[in-house]
């Protein structure tokens, strides 16, 4: 029924910082309104308007040697950021040095052009598991929830906000269980190595000549250098030998 309804910009309000976009999405048998931020459009040199446009960052920490992989959780964000975008809609990836926060590379990416399978996400896995919370979420009542989910597991808890949580039996008071999380020191841990990409070719890879994910060729050697050493305690005569006479 919602896209049989003729819409009125007149009934629509603009945001005051941010501009958005509602796209309706069909889900399993769920119908979405699904509103996302709007962060550029791209235009023709007439002015007419092409498609919508997701940025995304990607810092990179190897610039020497190439630009890294996707981890999972940037894949999904930049896959599921272009999937409830309107349909033709581009992902601008920028890749930027972390030292020197140069601009590397940009790539401008259709959705069928985000996945790879070298990184181990996939898209029927986590869509089932959100169309799961959202169908159970549409039968609880109105109310503050919480989602819970623990690394390598697929299945997610829901819990439910209570205003007197001591009251109630088998209530989590949040709240006293972590405020002291904060004051506790944190440990510095050394972030998991990215695979490098040999697939994405860098303008300096191409200046150079190199091939990416490799390092430099060793400087050549010297040619060696003849030099006579003298014994200790003898000096040199550059001058002709003097003869002795004979008396």
């Given at each position: 029924?919602?896209?049989?309804?003729?819409?009125?910009?007149?009934?629509?309000?603009?945001?005051?910082?941010?501009?958005?976009?509602?796209?309706?999405?069909?889900?399993?048998?769920?119908?979405?309104?699904?509103?996302?931020?709007?962060?550029?459009?791209?235009?023709?040199?007439?002015?007419?308007?092409?498609?919508?446009?997701?940025?995304?960052?990607?810092?990179?920490?190897?610039?020497?040697?190439?630009?890294?992989?996707?981890?999972?959780?940037?894949?999904?964000?930049?896959?599921?950021?272009?999937?409830?975008?309107?349909?033709?809609?581009r992902?601008?990836?920028?890749?930027?040095?972390?030292?020197?926060?140069?601009?590397?590379?940009?790539?401008?990416?259709?959705?069928?052009?985000?996945?790879?399978?070298?990184?181990?996400?996939?898209?029927?896995?986590?869509?089932?598991?959100?169309?799961?919370?959202?169908?159970?979420?549409?039968?609880?009542?109105?109310g503050?929830?919480?989602?819970?989910h623990?690394?390598?597991?697929?299945?997610?808890?829901?819990?439910?906000?209570?205003?007197?949580?001591?009251?109630?039996?088998?209530?989590?008071?949040?709240?006293?269980?972590?405020?002291?999380?904060?004051?506790?020191?944190?440990?510095?841990?050394?972030?998991?190595w990215?695979?490098?990409?040999?697939?994405i070719?860098?303008?300096?890879?191409w200046?150079?000549?190199?091939?990416?994910?490799?390092?430099?060729?060793?400087?050549?050697?010297?040619?060696?250098?003849?030099q006579?050493?003298?014994?200790?305690?003898?000096?040199?005569?550059?001058?002709?030998?003097?003869?002795?006479?004979?008396?």
């Amino acid at each position: 029924d919602l896209k049989l309804c003729q819409e009125s910009l007149q009934d629509y309000s603009r945001p005051d910082r941010h501009n958005v976009v509602y796209s309706l999405m069909s889900f399993g048998k769920l119908l979405l309104l699904v509103r996302s931020d709007l962060q550029a459009v791209c235009r023709s040199a007439g002015g007419h308007f092409k498609w919508f446009v997701h940025v995304r960052p990607k810092l990179e920490y190897q610039p020497d040697f190439g630009v890294e992989q996707l981890t999972p959780g940037e894949m999904c964000r930049e896959w599921i950021s272009t999937y409830i975008m309107p349909p033709d809609s581009r992902l601008v990836r920028v890749r930027i040095n972390a030292f020197t926060s140069e601009v590397m590379l940009v790539e401008q990416l259709k959705h069928n052009q985000i996945l790879d399978h070298r990184v181990p996400f996939s898209p029927g896995t986590s869509m089932k598991m959100l169309l799961s919370v959202l169908e159970k979420v549409q039968s609880l009542p109105v109310g503050q929830f919480l989602l819970t989910h623990n690394p390598g597991d697929v299945h997610i808890c829901i819990h439910q906000g209570v205003d007197a949580p001591a009251s109630r039996k088998g209530a989590y008071d949040l709240h006293s269980s972590h405020k002291l999380a904060a004051t506790e020191p944190v440990k510095e841990t050394r972030p998991p190595w990215v695979p490098l990409d040999p697939s994405i070719i860098l303008p300096q890879h191409w200046q150079n000549w190199r091939v990416p994910a490799t390092f430099e060729p060793r400087p050549p050697n010297p040619p060696p250098t003849t030099q006579r050493h003298l014994q200790p305690g003898k000096k040199k005569n550059k001058g002709k030998k003097k003869k002795t006479k004979q008396t």
